[in-house]
């Protein structure tokens, strides 16, 4: 096996440590809609609070495996940062990064401040109003999308047109998917 063939290796399971975090985080959201009572909550709220730098990992990890690729790259096939589809993965990236620290990060610490103080018991109207936070939906499910498009750019290897065509397509079906599970649910389900 080629030094090239042990870096792939290792950038495609950076990806698939990115995508483990990602599950981990929306069954989190899908059990947090459906808790049945504050502890619960809490303790969902808790865990999306600590995810979030397992995703700068592996982005981080991403971008130092991809970067070393380039460099490996043998000349018949080489690759460089001004590749349409390499600038459009790390542009995403970046971006993607941004906005789970911007939108996501800050929403939950937000949520978890306004709880803050709130009685064990039931989860009243008002919480599942506010746990349906439609930005931090929308957001956690485009994220992915966009991450999961990147897989067909890299695969394709597309121009820059169609590189963030791909990418576009990929944030339009991550907020379309987030679009039913971004309002209160009336009983817990
Ligand atoms: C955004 C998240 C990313 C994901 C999910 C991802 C995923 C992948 C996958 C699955 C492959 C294997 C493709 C194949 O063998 O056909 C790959 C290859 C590659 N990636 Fe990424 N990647 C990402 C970001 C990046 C970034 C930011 C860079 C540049 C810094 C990069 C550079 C490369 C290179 C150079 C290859 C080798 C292509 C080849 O040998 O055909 N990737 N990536």
Known sequence: MSTYEVVLSLHIL???FGFGVAGVAHSTMFRLRAARDM???????AVLDK???FFGIAALLLIVLGAWLIQ???SEEKFHWKDGWVLTALISLVIVEAIGGAVIGRRV???IGKLEGVPDGPVSADIRALLADRPVWMASHATTAVIASVVF????????????VTVLIGAVVGIASALPFAKPVT???
């Not at 502890?39 to 709220?45: M, N, P």
């Not at 750019?153 to 963030?164: E, H, L, N, T, Y």
């Open 187 to 189: 009983a817990a389900a």
């Open 153 to 164: 750019v890299m695969v394709g290897k597309p121009s820059g047109v169609g590189a963030v």
């Open 72 to 74: 490996l790259s043998p």
């Open 14 to 16: 950076a990806a698939v």
């Open 109 to 111: 610490k937000s949520i």
């Open 39 to 45: 502890g619960q909550v809490r303790g969902h709220l």
């Open 51 to 53: 995810v979030g730098p």
